[in-house]
DNA sequence: TCTAAGATGGGT
DNA sequence: CCCATCTTAGAA
């Protein structure tokens, strides 16, 4: 790839107070790491907004604890779980401080670094990016990355030079049943048609 | 110190 | 549709 085609998202563009608006705007830009001295990265086509004030899907919601603590940050910053143990899934921390909102970054088209994509993630009968678990895992993103400055070296997003608007579709979001009434919320989105859009589970609307 | 649960993924 | 998964947040 080459570099000077690609620039680097200001943090202003994270601070903006509305993430369900950030989580459409997010659809067609770039997701890079360079961890273990391997480059890789593609397009985000997937991602879901939670709300820490009025969204009881959010791990922040009326919650301010060890674990959410970097979800008050400013935006511009990962916030990175474990969940069911074992998958590291990415966060876009969003707004200003002490507001709790962030983007979960579901899926991305690989673009740079597939082939050590593919070893990471080992299982060569799948693709390597069409979840939140498995994106983090091909890129090696951990916990170990979370408050990591996205606009970093070890991790960065970066709208491409010529980026032309994709087209967006909305659902709710996956696996939220949980948050009652904020599980119809329609804040997945998506690009449509795109091949690595996750599998739809359990349809909503 | 314990326990319960979870923003999944893969196989049938 | 079903279920293995296993760390850790959060409470006591």
Same mark, same amino acid.
Request: net charge negative; hydrophobic share 35%.
């Given at each position: 790839m080459n570099t000077s085609d690609y620039v680097k998202i200001p943090k202003s563009f994270y601070e903006k107070e509305d993430v369900v608006k950030i989580a459409r705007e997010l659809l067609g830009k770039y997701i890079f790491t360079q961890i273990d001295g391997k480059l890789t990265g593609g397009m985000i086509v997937e991602t879901e907004a939670y709300n820490g004030?009025?969204?009881?899907?959010? &791990?922040?919601y009326h919650k301010r604890t060890n674990r959410t603590? /970097?979800?008050?940050?400013?935006?511009g910053v990962a916030y990175v779980y474990l969940c069911y143990g074992i998958h590291h899934l990415f966060n876009i921390v969003t707004n200003k401080s002490d507001f709790a909102d962030a983007v979960l970054v579901r899926a991305i088209e690989p673009s740079l670094g597939i082939e050590t994509m593919h070893e990471r993630y080992g $299982? &060569?009968? &799948?693709?390597?990016? $069409?979840?939140p678990g498995k994106l983090s895992k091909a890129l090696g /993103? =951990? =916990?170990?990355? $979370?408050?990591?400055?996205?606009?970093g070296d070890k991790i960065f997003i970066a709208q491409h030079k010529s980026q032309k608007r994709p087209k967006i579709a909305a659902s709710t979001r996956i696996? #939220?049943?949980?948050?009652?009434?904020?599980?119809?919320?329609?804040w997945r989105f998506y690009i449509e048609n795109?091949?690595? #859009?996750?599998k739809q589970r359990t349809p909503v609307i």
């Open positions: 004030r009025m969204d009881r899907a959010c &791990h922040a603590e /970097i979800m008050y940050q400013p935006g $299982n &060569h009968q &799948h693709k390597v990016s $069409n979840g /993103i =951990t =916990t170990r990355l $979370n408050g990591s400055d996205l606009a696996g #939220v049943d949980y948050a009652g009434e904020d599980a119809l919320l329609p795109n091949k690595w #859009v996750s």
